[in-house]
Structures are given as C-alpha cells and as structure tokens.
C-alpha cells in the first residue's frame, strides 16, 4: 500500500529522508508505471540531490515528490525552474549561503555543467561566475523561526547587481529587487538552448538504448524536445520510434539497484501484505545501500553513472549473484523463498528439461541457448528426462543461476 507509506513520510528529518529513498524502491519494484519510474529515476540522477544527506534533512523528500515526480512527464523547463526555487538543491549546492558581496559558485557551476549546456557547452569560468551571481539572494527561510519548516525565498538584499552574461544570455541586472525574474530568465534560455538539448536527449538515449548512443540518434531528439518546448514525453516517443531503440536488445547492462528490481519483478514475488511489504523493501534497500546504489543516494551532484564499466567490479558481481540467492531463497525479511511458490514447483511428471524451459521462460521470457541450458541440466545433476520431482528443493537454485546468466543482467 504505497499510498500508506507516502501517508507515513514525516514533513522533515532523517526518517523522512529514509521513507523516501525506500519508498522510490518500493515504486520501482511494485508500481504498474514501469515506464514513469524509469524517467523518474534518470531526472532524480540528472538533478541530484543526494537523500538522505545533512543538508536537505528538512526538505529532500519534498523535493524528489515536488520537483522530480511532479515534471519527470512535463516540461523539463518547469523541472528545473522548480530545481532552481527548491530548498533542497539550493542548501546542497551551498547557493543559500550565496550574496552580493561572497558569491557561491556552487550551483551557478553545476547549473551550466551538469544540469543544462554540458561541459562541452561552450561556457567559461566568467560564465560560471555570472551565473551564480544571477542566482544570488536565492535562499530559504522557515515560517516563524522553525528551523525544521524551510522554504524557498528569495532576498533581494542578497543579490548582486550589474550586467551579466551566460553564454548569449545578457541582461543590465539593475535592480535588485527584480534579480530573481532575471534568473527564471536565465533557467528558461538554459533549459532551451540546443546544448541542453543534446544533454537531456542523450541522457534518455543512454537509459534507453547504449552506454554510446550515436551523434545521429542524440541528435534527432534533440530536435523534438526543441520542438516541442522542452517536454519530455514527446522525445520518449520519438525515441521508441528508432531503430536504434529496437536493436539495443543486450546493448546495456543493468546497475545493481535495476538488476535487484528486475529480479523481483521477474521472480513475482509473493508479498501477503503491506507490512511484509515494507519489510521486504528495507530488506532490499540496505542490500542495495551496501553496493552503493541505494536509491536517491549517490553523493557527488552528478548522479549515479549509468554505463557498464562503473558496475562490473568482480565485487560487484558476487554481490549481485549473492543477491539473486537471497531473493530465490527468501532471506530476506518479508520475502519469501520462490519454493513456497506454484510458478517454480516441478509439475506433475514433468522432465528436467521442462522444467527448466518452463522457469527459463518464466523468468526471461524465452528459453536458454542449448549450451547455458546443459549448463543448467548438469548442475541439477540428474538426466533431462528424468522427473523434476526429483529435485525440486534446487529450486530456488535454479532460478537463482538463470538471474545470474547475461539474460538477466543485460536490459
């Protein structure tokens, strides 16, 4: 019941932060909008703001409800004006400790290199500097002294003044009092500027498609998000649309956090009820807390990379085998063994080699290469014609060495 743990998220503190991240793996895992928790997951990365963390004890799960969910299908204009007015981006890039006459340049930096035009956008450190200059007197502040209820605000005692440049962007930034409308200006030429473009459409290619998606595909999205005024939705279709989409079959390999969620998706996991449920969701998250892929959870502000080579440690890779047994073998509190289920019980006189077909086919939607399916006869150790029954206690086992095989671990 994942309207009964929002209910429960608390306004502000630690266990605030914590109900969040969980309840972003609880999505992944149960929620119908597969689709929806994916893009949401790219933005999360693309505007990070590390949850749990010191600095956003009092705000991060509003952020990732409010900012991240709220526009992960809307514009991303709107997504990152919104970033640029939340508490939480604002004190975890430092630009609420930003004024006039100590410029931050925190966020004005990872606003052009990270969230918008890219490092290859063609800014320099003037640009930089502008642009936390322009951001300047952004900040928060809690109703009537309640440290624990900030909000964004804007003070125009805190905002530097004078011309200003980013890019083609200028403005005389005259007048303090309307500096934060020069800086929604500036969002809105960021967020439109072909640059960003190219970040925002490569970002989706690469969760989508390859760890190298080519210039041409980037490219082609790139044009309909600007044509479409920088709304997500109509790139995602375009994308679905490519050749290239529909041949990167294999092309990508799973982090641990995708490959856990996977597993138990595959697997069907048979949850009774809301509280095993939540069980089994922290079960998971601290799993995936000690790999380093804990939703919501990376530290630095670039987001957690998303190309093979930053997840295929052999560390890594016993970690998540061990992780496919503790799922099949129901270690996990609140997860039960698949064993207790009908899906991989050996039927009535059926075969070994059924019987894997069967779980094969369950679990990955077709069945094994002649050589991975002796592979899996042989552990078994028993002929392929002989009756299931026989061992039918390997079966977590089993399924466990199918989640383990690159039919699994590649999307």
């Keep these: ?16 932060q914590y109900d969040t991240a969980r309840l972003v793996l609880g999505r992944q895992i149960f929620s ?17 703001v590390t949850t749990p963390s010191e600095n956003v004890w009092a705000s991060g799960p509003d952020y990732h409800h409010q900012v991240i969910r709220r ?55 003037a640009d930089v500097l502008a642009a936390a200059k322009i951001l300047s007197g952004r900040g928060i502040t809690s109703k009537e002294g309640d440290p624990n209820d900030q ?42 500027h072909p640059k960003t473009a190219q970040t ?19 490219s082609s999205l790139a044009e309909v998000y600007l044509a479409n005024d920088t709304a997500i939705v109509p790139v995602l279709r375009a994308l679905f649309r490519t050749e290239e989409f529909w041949s990167s079959v294999g092309a990508k390999t799973r982090r641990p956090a995708e490959d856990m969620v996977a597993s138990a998706r595959a697997l069907d996991m048979p949850i009774p009820d809301a509280a095993q449920a939540r069980k089994g969701v922290d079960s998971l998250y601290w799993r995936l807390w ?8 990376w530290g630095p502000p670039n987001g957690y990379p998303d190309v093979t080579a930053a997840w295929l440690s052999a560390g890594q890779l016993l970690e998540r085998f061990t992780t496919h047994r ?14 207790a289920t009908d899906v991989f019980k050996p039927l009535a006189d059926e075969t070994v080699g059924a019987w894997i077909d069967r779980v094969c086919t369950f679990l990955t939607a077709g069945t094994m290469p002649a050589t991975v399916r002796a592979t899996l006869v042989a552990f078994l150790e028993v002929p392929e014609d002989s009756q299931a029954s026989r061992v039918a206690w390997k079966a977590p086992h089993l399924a466990a060495l199918v989640l383990d095989s690159i039919y699994c671990q590649a999307r």
């Design 71 to 125: 526009h992960a299908f809307g514009r991303f204009e709107d997504m990152l004006q919104a970033a640029m007015r939340h508490p939480s981006m604002l004190t975890y890039l430092s630009n609420n400790q930003s004024n006039r006459t100590h410029v931050n340049e925190n966020l004005g930096r990872e606003l052009l290199e990270l969230h918008t035009v890219g490092i290859d956008g063609g800014y320099t450190e």
């Design 326 to 339: 503790a799922l099949t073998g129901g270690w996990f509190a609140g997860m039960k063994s698949t064993i």
């Design 1 to 16: 019941d994942i309207g009964t743990v929002v209910a429960s998220i608390k306004r502000y503190g630690w266990t605030a």
């Design 200 to 218: 925002v459409a490569r970002k989706l290619a690469v969760r989508f498609v390859s760890d190298a998606p080519s210039a041409e595909l980037v």
């Design 151 to 192: 909000r964004y605000s804007y003070d125009a005692r805190r905002h530097w003044t004078g011309a200003v440049k980013v890019l083609a962007f200028t403005d005389a930034n005259a007048d303090a009092a309307k500096g934060e409308a020069v800086g929604d200006r500036l969002c809105t030429y960021l967020a439109k």
């Design 32 to 48: 119908s909008r597969q689709l929806f928790e994916v893009v949401v997951d790219v933005f999360a990365n693309h505007l990070n």
């Design 290 to 297: 000690g790999v380093n892929n804990h939703p919501l959870g």
